[in-house]
Every structure is written in structure tokens, then in C-alpha cells.
């Protein structure tokens, strides 16, 4: 189907977007996978990428809506696997199981059929088959020393159901031809591998970091009970000078209240002694 020029530009920028980010920002990836299909709902590629950004941000149900529009306008079985993986992730093993037993599969080029298989191996892992999740996976690509696109992610699905199966030994040759094969760091093969050797890497621009924050953190309680010392040595100094007013202010009253109490007492006893006085003038009298 074609559009005009202005729209099909719009588009285009939003696929653009949508293959940027999908790695990186998934979420992001569907908000542009969304308004591409609101301009252009018809268009096979389209309704393929909001399929991969619903897939990618796990809403399966979503996907596979979009997958099979999309495989209805083109009658292209390549994304048969990725379907069959949505199956998976809606919970339904077995229906993947039958997908990839399905003629389509015999339909998808060689890359197209080591994704089915892998797809297959997965969903026995889901049904705990892990025996047969095995058997799945080993096949030519599989023991072929030919590198090719899917090599990597195969040797690990094959090394990971191997360690599942607890026969270690064996998972760990296959991770170490994972990493062998894995140019691109495709997977995570070198860390499973370092794992199983006993072997713990440390992230050195994190310890740098937590250094830094650590010395920050430092210098701020520093700087902070600097300024609180500042702030504080002239309140106390000048709260020592206030007490040491008020102590004198209430020394002086304390002197002030006494003076004044002897001269009450003094004027209290002068009259008594004046009485006692002309008593003793009236007894010298009567004598």
C-alpha cells in the first residue's frame, strides 16, 4: 500500500524510532510504534514493527495480534517463530509445540528454523521437559564449527538446558563455545561461565563512585558542622555574657533587699527601746 510522500515521511521517522530504541528503551519503542499504526494501520510493516515493540515490552496477546496482521498482508511465514514465542509467553507451551511441527517451518530459510528450534526447546523447558529440551536443540548448527548469526544464542540455550540438567561439566565446554562465537555480546556467556569458575568481578567505576559520594559526603557533614560551630560559639558566648548580667543584676537586688530589710529591723527596735526607756523613768518614780 503506498502513501503520500508527507505521511509516509511521518512514518518512516516513527519505524526509525521505533528500531532505535527497541533495544535500549523499550517502552519508548511502543509509544512510536503506536502513533505509526495510527497513521498508517494498513501498512505490513507497520502493524510487524508495533509487534516487536509489544513484544519486546512482554505484551504478547498485543504481538501476536500485530504478527498475524501483518502475516495476513504478506503471506510471509518469517515470523512464524517469534509467534510461536508469544505462545510461550501467554502461557501456552504446547501451542508453540505444535507451531513448530507445522509445515510453515519447513517454509523458513535456515536462521528461521534455528529460531523455531529454539522456540521448541524453550517451551519443553516450560513443560519441566528438560531431557527432551535437550534433544531439541542438537542438531548440524548446533556442531557445526561454522559461525553464523545464530550460533551464539544456540550454544547458550544449549550449554543453559545442559547446567539445568545439573551435567555442569558439559555446560560449561558449551558456554565456553558460546563465548567463542559471541562477537557481538549477544549473550551473557562469559559472566554464566566466570560464575560456574568461581570467578567475581567487580565493577570499578561503581567503587570510584561510591568513593566520591563517600568523600562528598565527607566534606559536607565538615562544612556543615563548621558552619554550625560558627553559628553556635557567638550564641553561647553571647548567652554566657547575658547569664553573667543576670547574675550581677540579681546580686544588686539581693544587696538592695537586704539593705532595706536592716532598715525596717532598725526601725522596728528603736521604738521598743524608747518604751522600754520611760518604764524604767516611771519605776525610778515610784520608788
Request: aromatic share 4%.
Amino acid at each position: 500500500m503506498s502513501l503520500p510522500k508527507g505521511l509516509a515521511e511521518d512514518v518512516s521517522k516513527n519505524l526509525v524510532m521505533v528500531a532505535r530504541l527497541i533495544d535500549e528503551d523499550p517502552e519508548g519503542a511502543y509509544a512510536y510504534s503506536k502513533i505509526a499504526l495510527r497513521l498508517a494501520s494498513r501498512v505490513a510493516a507497520v502493524r510487524e514493527a508495533a509487534g516487536f515493540a509489544a513484544y519486546a515490552n512482554q505484551k504478547y496477546s498485543e504481538a501476536l495480534a500485530e504478527f498475524r496482521a501483518a502475516r495476513r498482508m504478506t503471506g510471509s511465514v518469517d515470523l512464524w517463530p517469534v509467534m510461536a514465542d508469544c505462545e510461550r509467553g501467554l502461557g501456552r507451551p504446547e501451542k508453540a509445540l505444535e507451531m513448530a511441527g507445522a509445515p510453515e517451518v519447513h517454509k523458513l530459510d535456515k536462521a528461521g528454523q534455528v529460531e523455531m528450534r529454539l522456540v521448541a526447546a524453550g517451551a519443553r523447558r516450560d513443560m519441566d521437559q528438560l531431557d527432551a529440551a535437550i534433544v531439541t536443540l542438537q542438531s548440524p548448527e548446533l556442531a557445526s564449527n561454522t559461525v553464523q548469526p545464530w550460533t551464539a544464542r544456540l550454544r547458550y540455550a544449549y550449554a543453559d538446558a545442559l547446567l539445568a540438567a545439573g551435567r555442569e561439566d558439559e555446560a560449561r565446554e558449551w558456554f565456553a563455545k558460546a563465548v567463542e562465537s559471541d562477537k557481538d555480546g549477544s549473550t551473557d556467556a562469559s559472566d554464566r561461565l566466570a560464575e560456574m569458575d568461581g570467578v567475581e568481578f567487580v565493577d570499578a567505576f561503581v567503587e570510584d563512585e561510591d568513593e566520591d559520594d563517600s568523600d562528598a559526603d565527607s566534606e559536607l557533614d565538615t562544612d556543615a558542622d563548621s558552619e554550625i560551630d560558627d553559628k553556635v560559639a557567638p550564641q553561647a558566648e553571647t548567652s554566657v555574657v547575658d547569664e553573667v548580667d543576670v547574675d550581677d543584676e540579681a546580686d544588686d537586688i539581693d544587696e538592695d533587699e537586704d539593705d532595706e530589710d536592716d532598715d525596717i529591723e532598725d526601725d522596728e527596735v528603736e521604738p521598743a527601746v524608747a518604751v522600754e526607756a520611760k518604764d524604767d523613768d516611771k519605776g525610778d518614780d515610784k520608788d
